[in-house]
DNA sequence: TTCCATTGAATGGGTGATCCATTTAATAAT
DNA sequence: ATTATTAAATGGATCACCCATTCAATGGAA
């Protein structure tokens, strides 16, 4: 009922003066009416619009880690857009990790350090739509993870591999202690810190994004069969003496054939390597 | 506890009970209580259910690329939400690439293909933020192409290596016409051809979400001093020679060399090496 | 019949008012 | 001085609308 009763061409403010409304279309559409030259086509959605001006003042610098964003009320007045519409703008940058909302008085939209874990939801995403297979990120993690101890090898410093070194011992610990789960969180510490180890937090970034969704894997099957990688500490031990060594070929040897035995261990049991189990449910450590 | 007795008419408009607010109540304050164990703090928010419900039914399989939501108005009812939260999750998820809204009867809220491009953001984010830094990412990208070369001569197809062979004739006529900043575009989609040419689309997104921050600065180098790489189709001809030939050394080498006469001639003028000039507008064919 | 203009319903896009819950600072009471 | 209360600011959420776009159904004209 009451649809739209008159025509179109009146602009009917009704009771509300229409203020708001008209500036939020001279946004979109100004100059729709007698315009000789072609229009832009595309109606830009406005909290579209309000994304990218906010990113565009981070990419300029006046905006950076730490600042804060005007109160929603004031904002939305500022751009001339409803309260709503500018909530949605500030709800796709925090999910983007750009932003951070704060309740009460004091609170606010700050903007945030970048969260590298950001990319892991990449992947899980376009895993999840199927744009990327498990075989092919299997295949990536490979080769990366070869680039990766080139670089550790290269760069590593005495504190990468005292974390590594203590990262082992924990292993260790949960091991004799048959927390199986608990170890599978350190294995992925554990390759966490080998790529923070080559200096590179763009290598880092990658190697921890192709690394969660293996390790969901592991986790998957370690949890249903209970079932684990024998003599894992020793085999990463020798790994770690090999790149204290800065025997790259050693060490790219070790980790290459380690990774391979893991494959097979996941392969033994096609059920257990299910897209779904494994991307399902969350897991500690692996929330954002 | 959420029973808010509120000193107001009470709000009974809508059929469905308001139990997605009792839950979310529930969960904020389920812990403080009686909990022996810190609670893990974190206030789930509506619109965050409500992503992570509709990610769930993707990982799960129920939703797949090319279906469609029930509308707003009825998936809120459904959800037991208010639609202006519900939109706020839509729109989130819009963002992240993995929806499309629709508009107009038989419009919707549609699951796409997975957008590959969605990384590319999440780097422009990460340098904006200054979380990684210009350096890390030229340095990442010198070492992932040559692990791109590698494969590409291992995998490369026919079809592959006859992309690339266009891509150089297009380089070569832009280059005769003096259409130095189409050029560059062709130098990005170059990259994008070799990075598929791997058959790995997980290095292939890895790769141009690297590539396509690097041209931006080639971009602007070239748009504000008017230079140009020399011999850029020559090289460039050398290099699918050695990739066709299946030589990795020669192709590696060749590639690499390359690199270090661009990076040289970007960091000739520092000025022009500007993150904000390089992230602030955006380009024909890196938009989304 | 065929084709094209009109219509109307469904749907996303957007607005404004209103309330709730949380947080913090100022203030009052002890 | 310490503690409890209060008030204000702010994000969280809801409701009730309205607008613009799209597309199938309808109906009249060629």
New interface residues.
């Given amino acids: 009922m009451s649809t739209k009763s008159s025509p179109r061409a009146p602009r009917r403010p009704r009771t509300a003066s229409p203020n708001r409304r008209e500036r939020a279309s001279d946004l979109r559409t100004a100059g729709a009416a007698a315009a000789p030259t072609f229009k832009p086509i595309h109606t830009r959605r406005t909290?579209e619009e309000i994304?990218e001006r906010i990113?565009?003042q981070?990419?300029?610098?006046v905006l950076?880690?730490g600042d804060k964003l005007p109160a929603e009320r004031e904002l939305a007045q500022q751009l001339g857009v409803s309260r709503?519409v500018l909530?949605?703008?500030l709800?796709?940058l925090?999910?983007?990790?750009?932003l951070k909302l704060q309740k009460g008085v004091k609170g606010g939209a700050f903007?945030?350090?970048?969260?590298?874990r950001?990319?892991n939801?990449?992947?899980?995403?376009?895993l999840?739509?199927?744009?990327?297979?498990v075989r092919?990120?299997s295949?990536?993690r490979v080769?990366?993870l070869?680039?990766v101890v080139q670089?550790a090898c290269a760069n590593a410093r005495r504190a990468d591999l005292d974390a590594l070194e203590a990262n082992i011992e924990r292993t260790e610990l949960a091991t004799r202690e048959g927390r199986l789960l608990d170890r599978v969180e350190c294995s992925r510490e554990f390759y966490k810190l080998l790529a923070a180890s080559t200096g590179?937090?763009?290598?880092a970034?990658?190697v921890d994004s192709?690394t969660e969704i293996h390790m969901r894997f592991v986790y998957a099957k370690v949890a249903s069969s209970g079932v684990a990688m024998a003599r894992l500490t020793e085999k990463r031990r020798q790994f770690l003496a090999a790149l204290s060594e800065r025997d790259v070929a050693l060490a790219s040897r070790l980790l290459r054939s380690h990774l391979e035995s893991v494959q097979r261990m996941l392969e033994q049991d096609p059920g257990a390597m299910s897209?779904?189990v494994a991307?399902?449910d969350v897991q500690p450590g692996m929330r954002r």
């Fill in positions: 909290f994304c990113r565009e981070l990419a300029l610098g950076k880690p709503n909530r949605e703008a709800r796709s925090e999910m983007a990790g750009v903007i945030q350090q970048g969260d590298t950001r990319m939801e990449v992947m899980r995403d376009m999840s739509l199927g744009t990327i297979s092919e990120l295949e990536a080769h990366v070869d680039l670089l590179n937090k763009v290598i970034m990658i192709v897209l779904h991307l399902a």
